[in-house]
């Protein structure tokens, strides 16, 4: 993470005090996470730029229709390590994870399934039909083009934030919701996550 010099205060005090989701600044939520990690889920919202779609991390996975976590693949199935099941019943799962700025510092940002069904209108599944390539499983086929056009537009997240999200090989923060892209500073009217993703963790397998 990159962060800015800003003058203000740190943000433990204020975040500690919040009763509902209130607007912070990616150098507040850093300063805060660093500083005094939580104890329990704390949401916000943060309004960024997407300066960067990590197309290297890949944009979904296959997961465990039980457990949502990521499945491994054998030569005639799908393992999960998790419901120690190797026979397991997969299905197609968004992660993506982007870098966003603020004028006050950047972080890396990850939305999952529900969230980037709801902001796109499509499944993973389905934008994997349309980009099918022979003999390339899905999870390693090319990001989508709706997905990798979210670089350069600005758009409002409810992040949820947990001790688990920032750890010395381990500084992502789950994005919980989204709004479009932002145009000025509209009245909230939130994508829904999609409720039971299970991916608190911010990693398909817990181990990135």
Same mark, same amino acid.
């Given at each position: 993470?990159?962060?800015?010099?800003?003058?203000?205060?740190?943000?433990?005090?204020?975040?500690?005090?919040?009763?509902?989701?209130?607007?912070?600044? /990616?150098?507040?939520?850093?300063?805060? /996470?660093?500083? &005094?990690?939580?104890?329990?889920? /704390?949401?916000?919202?943060?309004?960024?730029?997407?300066?960067? #779609?990590?197309?290297?991390?890949?944009?979904?996975?296959?997961?465990?229709?039980?457990?949502?976590?990521?499945?491994?693949?054998?030569?005639?199935?799908?393992?999960?390590?998790?419901?120690?099941?190797?026979?397991?019943?997969?299905?197609?799962?968004?992660?993506?994870?982007? #870098? #966003?700025? &603020? &004028?006050?510092?950047?972080?890396?940002?990850?939305?999952?399934?529900?969230?980037?069904?709801?902001?796109? !209108?499509?499944?993973?599944?389905?934008?994997?039909?349309?980009?099918?390539?022979?003999?390339? !499983?899905?999870?390693?086929?090319?990001?989508?083009?709706?997905?990798?056009?979210?670089?350069?537009?600005?758009?409002?997240?409810?992040?949820? #934030?947990?001790?688990?999200?920032?750890?010395?090989?381990?500084?992502?923060?789950?994005?919980?919701?989204? /709004? !479009?892209?932002?145009?000025?500073?509209?009245?909230? %009217?939130?994508? &829904? %996550? @999609? @409720?039971? %993703?299970?991916?608190?963790? %911010?990693?398909?397998?817990?181990?990135?």
């Amino acid at each position: 993470l990159v962060a800015r010099e800003t003058g203000l205060p740190s943000a433990a005090p204020l975040l500690k005090s919040y009763a509902k989701v209130e607007p912070v600044t /990616i150098a507040e939520l850093n300063s805060f /996470i660093t500083t &005094d990690p939580p104890q329990q889920e /704390i949401n916000f919202l943060c309004t960024g730029r997407v300066s960067r #779609v990590e197309a290297n991390k890949g944009w979904c996975y296959v997961a465990c229709s039980k457990c949502s976590k990521k499945l491994q693949r054998t030569v005639t199935s799908f393992e999960c390590a998790r419901c120690s099941n190797p026979h397991a019943v997969g299905s197609l799962r968004y992660r993506v994870e982007m #870098v #966003v700025t &603020d &004028d006050t510092a950047e972080g890396t940002f990850v939305c999952f399934d529900g969230v980037m069904t709801k902001l796109h !209108n499509l499944r993973a599944s389905e934008a994997a039909q349309l980009l099918a390539e022979e003999g390339v !499983n899905p999870e390693d086929s090319v990001m989508p083009p709706f997905v990798a056009g979210m670089e350069g537009k600005t758009y409002t997240f409810q992040v949820r #934030v947990k001790s688990y999200n920032f750890t010395v090989n381990h500084q992502t923060f789950t994005v919980s919701r989204i /709004i !479009n892209e932002v145009e000025g500073a509209p009245a909230p %009217d939130f994508f &829904d %996550d @999609g @409720g039971d %993703d299970n991916d608190d963790d %911010d990693a398909p397998n817990g181990t990135i």
